[in-house]
């Protein structure tokens, strides 16, 4: 192997390990080779800069375009997948919108299907029994309905020309119904073992709210806030979700379509209090009201009711703007309520009708039972209705009232009305 080679600056010939060129005079003449790894690291480096300069703007226009193509044809094809999914398959329609979504944000209509079958699809988790079916209501009901609005029937009270929104569900007693006279929507449950913990509901998926137990009445009915009103009348399907006592834990879906229209017709001409109501006074129960020192309205009365009997008294104005309830218990055939005021101050001017009901036999006192039967069969005829629960009968009566407020003294006057359903007042 030679040991010679040409000096880096004049090129003459010199030793490879000549410290000096004797032609030129260069330091360290000789030429340095360079090795595979240099060249290598140059080739990457040049590859670095150029990975991170980026393409041009006419290359990047082009990859945008053939991603946004490639987005398209995908959702396309998605859209089309999702379509076939049967919609009782939460846990498919949930990760098939999911994708879509993901795809495509800004679409409304893939972010509504995405909640809506996430909700479903974690309450089939959950192990709950989701409860749906087609409103029916009684003959009664229908009877006196003034108009229906898809899923909502318009009742008008007997005797009286006020009316409320029903939704029932005559041919399925395991179910809730739900009714709406003027402020609060009411849940009726037929789960007259109890209620073992907090209710929820909520409206499509907009935040969950709770019912106490100790807000659930005698007669295991219950109001909801009247904020969820608005989202209700803009809302698909109110969720309630209740755990009855012994029993699974449940979720029932309300339809709300026709909501909206509905509530329009409480404010029609066919649903407004009548100037001649007269109503039907009863012996067996009278119904007194009278104003006490701090401007409280008090109810009270004599009865044919046995003593230890559990009353439900219920005042309610005619435009659904007051609600109240309390429990009384008959005592030597008279039974008096604590006194109704509007949050402290007294009562406005304006019809309010008082309704008394009674819960079910079953939970009454025995000493009632042994009086009255044991289905509540000697109940007096004209304060008797038929629970919507069972073959029983239970206490139903109404009285039309009309408060005046004149000089801060009130001024009463009352007729009585039968009602024969029990739901209605809750």
């Known amino acids: 192997m030679s040991k010679l080679t040409q000096c880096r600056t004049c090129g003459d010939t010199v030793a490879k390990k000549a410290k000096l060129c004797p032609h030129c005079g260069e330091k360290k003449p000789a030429k340095k080779k360079t090795d595979m790894k240099t060249i290598a690291g140059l080739i990457f480096l040049l590859i670095f800069l150029i990975a991170i300069m980026g393409p041009t703007e006419e290359e990047t226009k082009s990859e945008k375009q053939l991603k946004t193509s490639k987005n398209n044809q995908l959702i396309a094809q998605l859209d089309a997948e999702v379509k076939k999914i049967p919609s009782n398959q939460f846990e498919k329609n949930y990760f098939a919108y999911s994708k879509l979504v993901a795809?495509?944000?800004?679409?409304?209509?893939?972010?509504?299907?995405?909640?809506?079958?996430?909700?479903?699809?974690?309450?089939?988790?959950?192990?709950?029994?989701?409860?749906?079916?087609?409103?029916?209501?009684?003959?009664?009901?229908?009877?006196?309905?003034?108009?229906?609005?898809?899923?909502?029937?318009?009742?008008?009270?007997?005797?009286?020309?006020?009316?409320?929104?029903?939704?029932?569900?005559?041919?399925?007693?395991?179910?809730?119904?739900?009714?709406?006279?003027?402020?609060?929507?009411?849940?009726?449950?037929?789960?007259?073992?109890?209620?073992?913990?907090?209710?929820?509901?909520?409206?499509?998926?907009?935040?969950?709210?709770?019912?106490?137990?100790?807000?659930?009445?005698?007669?295991?009915?219950?109001?909801?806030?009247?904020?969820?009103?608005?989202?209700?009348?803009?809302?698909?399907?109110?969720?309630?979700?209740?755990?009855?006592?012994?029993?699974?834990?449940?979720?029932?879906?309300?339809?709300?379509?026709?909501?909206?229209?509905?509530?329009?017709?409480?404010?029609?001409?066919?649903?407004?209090?009548?100037?001649?109501?007269?109503?039907?006074?009863?012996?067996?129960?009278?119904?007194?009201?009278?104003?006490?020192?701090?401007?409280?309205?008090?109810?009270?009365?004599?009865?044919?009711?046995?003593?230890?009997?559990?009353?439900?008294?219920?005042?309610?104005?005619?435009?659904?703007?007051?609600?109240?309830?309390?429990?009384?218990?008959v005592s030597g055939n008279f039974y008096e309520s604590n006194g109704f005021s509007n949050k402290g101050k007294p009562l406005s001017t304006g019809k309010y009708k008082v309704t008394i009901t009674s819960s079910l036999m079953m939970l009454q006192p025995k000493s009632v039972r042994r009086k009255l039967g044991s289905s509540g069969s000697d109940i007096p005829a004209d304060i008797r209705k038929k629970s919507s629960f069972s073959d029983d009968y239970t206490v139903g009566y109404s009285v039309n009232t009309m408060i005046f407020v004149v000089n801060k003294h009130i001024m009463i006057s009352c007729s009585g009305v039968l009602i024969y359903t029990i739901s209605y007042n809750c």
């Open 103 to 329: 795809l495509e944000p800004s679409n409304k209509r893939y972010q509504k299907k995405l909640e809506y079958y996430k909700l479903q699809y974690e309450m089939s988790k959950k192990n709950y029994k989701v409860i749906k079916a087609n409103p029916n209501w009684s003959s009664w009901e229908l009877n006196n309905a003034v108009c229906q609005h898809k899923d909502f029937l318009i009742i008008k009270q007997p005797l009286d020309s006020t009316c409320f929104i029903k939704q029932s569900y005559e041919n399925n007693k395991s179910m809730m119904e739900l009714s709406f006279i003027g402020k609060f929507p009411t849940i009726t449950t037929p789960y007259i073992n109890g209620i073992e913990k907090s209710v929820l509901y909520w409206v499509d998926s907009n935040p969950k709210r709770s019912v106490e137990t100790s807000d659930i009445n005698e007669v295991y009915s219950f109001n909801l806030n009247t904020d969820v009103v608005e989202e209700m009348k803009s809302g698909k399907v109110l969720y309630v979700q209740i755990k009855p006592l012994g029993l699974q834990e449940r979720i029932q879906q309300f339809s709300l379509q026709g909501f909206t229209v509905a509530i329009h017709e409480l404010n029609g001409h066919k649903c407004s209090f009548s100037k001649n109501d007269k109503g039907i006074d009863s012996s067996n129960l009278k119904v007194n009201l009278k104003r006490i020192s701090n401007g409280d309205v008090i109810v009270s009365g004599s009865t044919s009711l046995p003593d230890g009997m559990n009353l439900i008294i219920s005042l309610r104005s005619s435009n659904g703007d007051f609600f109240a309830q309390d429990k009384v218990t």
